[in-house]
Every structure is written in structure tokens, then in C-alpha cells.
């Protein structure tokens, strides 16, 4: 059975980019009730020994498997969001390495973000933005729902969640400001920069 992880910084920590409330809803309730769902699901199912992976890729693409890849799906993306976020300054410092695989794959860190937003701003409904390591190098994927890059055979590097409950509070429909507001403030580059490895 899954349980909701504790989040790596304090609840208030993101303010003004995000605030306490949307965490207390996006967090305490939404995540929370992924997990709960999931876990009614897998009660009397062998796949309750499975890691969140496992059941990702074993239910990908199966109809009749699709409310638990969908609520195991974004469990794992949650837990995988809240770490590309941080308050520290120190964490939005780029290492050598990536700053060269950015530019070598967007032509600039300005490019990227550039490119970021607009995949971001471009799914439409319910989703995600990534940026993704594949076979060559560094791309941006979007997702919708709780699609994420394992189905697509891609390592997931960062990830923003554009579903409305993460920003409305904040930014009711400015969801452009909200992609601003965590890529300049809140990315979390020293946990990207061990995903690379």
C-alpha cells in the first residue's frame, strides 16, 4: 500500500510563486486522494506489491486497467514534482553539465524556457510539461492527464504539473504566469542534474 510521502520543503516555503493554500489542496487533498484511490483499487489485486513503476508500465495503454494507471500515474508524478521544486537559491544554480546539454539540445537556457512555456501553455486540458532525456539527449515532452514519460520509453529529468489545481488558486487562468513563476523561481536544478546520471 502507498502512502503520501512528506514534502522536501515547508508548505509556505514556495510563497509568493506558491502559495500555502494551493499546497494544502494540490498536496493534501488531490495527491492524497491519488493514493487513496489507488490503494482501493490494488486491495485485493496482485498488484499490490508492485512499485509504482511496475504498474505504471503494466497498465499503460489497457482500458480496462485505466483507473489504476491513471491514479498510479499521477501519484508517481506528484512525488516526482514536489522534488523539482525547491526555495533554495542554491538549487537553482545549473551545473556545467546540464547547462551544456540545454544549450547543445534548445540553443539557450533562454530557449528552453522559451520552448517550456509553449509546450506547456500548448496541452491543452489536463497535464504535464517534461523535459526528458531520450536516446538523444535532452527534449520537452507534454503529457495529458496522467501520462508520463515511462509509457514513452523516457527518463523524466523535470516536471510541471498543469493541471489547473496547481495554480488556480494563484493565478486562476494566467497559467503562462504560473509556467513563469516556477521555471525562474522554483525548478529545482541540483535535483534535475542527478536525474541526468
Same mark, same amino acid.
Not at 10 to 19: F, V, Y
Not at 56 to 62: H, S, V
Given at each position: 500500500?502507498?502512502?503520501?510521502?512528506?514534502?522536501?520543503?515547508?508548505?509556505?516555503?514556495?510563497?509568493?510563486?506558491? $502559495?500555502? %493554500?494551493?499546497? *494544502?489542496?494540490h498536496?493534501g487533498?488531490?495527491h492524497?486522494?491519488? =493514493?487513496?484511490?489507488?490503494?482501493?483499487? +490494488?486491495?485485493?489485486?496482485?498488484?499490490?506489491?508492485?512499485?509504482?513503476?511496475?504498474i505504471?508500465?503494466?497498465?499503460?495503454?489497457?482500458s480496462?486497467?485505466?483507473?489504476?494507471?491513471?491514479?498510479?500515474?499521477?501519484?508517481?508524478?506528484?512525488e516526482?514534482?514536489?522534488?523539482?521544486? $525547491?526555495? %533554495?537559491?542554491? *538549487?537553482?544554480?545549473?551545473?556545467?553539465?546540464?547547462?551544456s546539454? =540545454?544549450?547543445?539540445?534548445?540553443?539557450? +537556457?533562454?530557449?528552453?524556457?522559451?520552448?517550456?512555456?509553449?509546450?506547456?501553455?500548448?496541452?491543452?486540458?489536463?497535464?504535464?510539461?517534461?523535459?526528458?532525456?531520450?536516446?538523444n539527449?535532452?527534449?520537452?515532452?507534454?503529457?495529458?492527464?496522467?501520462?508520463?514519460?515511462l509509457?514513452?520509453?523516457? %527518463?523524466?529529468?523535470?516536471?510541471?504539473?498543469?493541471?489547473?489545481?496547481?495554480?488556480?488558486?494563484?493565478?486562476q487562468n494566467r497559467?503562462?504566469?504560473?509556467?513563469?513563476?516556477?521555471?525562474?523561481?522554483?525548478?529545482?536544478?541540483?535535483?534535475a542534474?542527478?536525474?541526468?546520471?
Open positions: 500500500m502507498f502512502t503520501l510521502k512528506s514534502l522536501p520543503f515547508a508548505k509556505n516555503s514556495l510563497e509568493p510563486h506558491m $502559495s500555502e %493554500k494551493t499546497l *494544502d489542496f498536496y487533498k488531490h492524497q486522494a491519488y =493514493i487513496d484511490n489507488l490503494n482501493k483499487f +490494488l486491495e485485493s489485486s496482485e498488484m499490490n506489491t508492485w512499485s509504482l513503476e511496475e505504471i508500465l503494466k497498465t499503460a495503454n489497457k480496462e486497467q485505466s483507473a489504476i494507471f491513471n491514479n498510479a500515474a499521477q501519484v508517481y508524478n506528484h516526482f514534482f514536489w522534488n523539482c521544486l $525547491s526555495p %533554495k537559491s542554491e *538549487d537553482r544554480i545549473i551545473s556545467d553539465e546540464l547547462l546539454m =540545454i544549450n547543445s539540445a534548445f540553443g539557450s +537556457l533562454d530557449d528552453f524556457y522559451e520552448q517550456f512555456k509553449a509546450a506547456a501553455l500548448g496541452q491543452f486540458g489536463s497535464g504535464w510539461a517534461w523535459l526528458v532525456k531520450g536516446d539527449g535532452l527534449e520537452i515532452l507534454k503529457t495529458a492527464n496522467g501520462d508520463n514519460p509509457t514513452h520509453n523516457l %527518463k523524466p529529468i523535470l516536471a510541471l504539473d498543469i493541471w489547473e489545481h496547481s495554480y488556480y488558486l494563484d493565478y497559467r503562462g504566469d504560473f509556467i513563469d513563476a516556477v521555471m525562474k523561481n522554483l525548478f529545482n536544478w541540483n535535483f542534474a542527478k536525474n541526468i546520471i
